[in-house]
């Protein structure tokens, strides 16, 4: 059974912070995503890996960065936390993209920055 | 890049009706077109997909059917009942060296008992 797991369930922080979040599959996956959810908008891709060290922007990729320095460990970095970064952030996983694409999410980090 | 439109944003119907969803892409690069199923406070859970090189796809009450020509894919639900209220997001991806996978906005769909 996947398990895709997040460092935090609720964060709050302050505006200008660094916030670190983190997330964790335990299934050998090669294709790590980090997701921002917002009422109305759905489920927007933020940045994702397919292999240690590599990235790709996603959709809306400004005043984050990530890191993958380990397979199984993907981490969201939000640089200077602003108030419209206020957002649930869903991690997911997946296997080789050569197999299947089924993405598996974790349980999700709801952050609030004040 | 990729773009998807999910229609509607609500869909009420009553236990037993028959729900669909409709959504397009923009991408006909677009090969793999997974529905997740989100229920209140839980996370996004798959639960149908189809490939660029089927038509159709049936899994007991759910079925997605997909036309490439026109770039658009919709999830049917017959004999709804109460567990299916949810919010249903539908995806395309596209291969760019790993999968990047775009979602529409989300439809929340009510089954009144």
């Known amino acids: 059974d996947v398990k895709v797991t997040q460092s935090s369930r609720y964060l709050v922080k302050r505006t200008g912070e660094k916030v670190f979040l983190e997330c964790v599959q335990d299934m050998d996956h090669e294709n790590m995503f980090w997701y921002r ?3 109305g908008l759905g489920l927007r891709l933020i940045y994702f890996s397919y292999d240690v060290k590599m990235k790709e922007k996603g959709d809306i990729p400004e005043g984050y960065s990530v ?3 380990k397979k199984e460990r993907f981490s969201l970095i ?4 602003s108030t419209n970064q206020t957002s649930m952030y869903l991690c997911a996983s997946s296997l080789s993209p050569s197999t299947k694409e089924t993405q598996y999410f974790g349980p999700g980090t709801r952050l609030l920055v004040l | 890049g990729e773009n998807v439109e999910q229609h509607p944003s609500t869909l009420s119907v009553q236990e037993g009706d028959s729900a669909v969803i409709k959504c397009t892409y923009s991408d006909s690069a677009s090969n793999y077109f997974p529905w997740y199923k989100q229920e209140l406070g839980k996370r996004p859970q798959l639960i149908i997909d189809i490939r660029s090189n089927v038509g159709e796809k ?3 009450r759910i079925a ?3 036309n490439k020509t026109a770039k658009h894919f919709s999830l049917h ?3 709804t009942q109460p567990e299916d209220s949810a919010v249903y997001f539908c995806a395309a991806t596209l291969n760019t060296g790993g999968f990047k996978t775009i979602f529409g906005a989300g ?4 089954v009144k008992a």
């Not at chain 1, 939000?78 to 936390?81: F, G, N, P, R, T």
């Open chain 1, 37 to 39: 959810q917002d009422p």
């Open chain 2, 107 to 110: 439809t929340r769909l009510f």
């Open chain 1, 78 to 81: 939000l640089e200077s936390a």
């Open chain 2, 77 to 79: 639900i017959t004999e």
């Open chain 2, 64 to 66: 997605v059917t997909l």
């Open chain 1, 67 to 69: 890191s993958r320095e």
């Open chain 2, 58 to 60: 049936k899994d007991q």
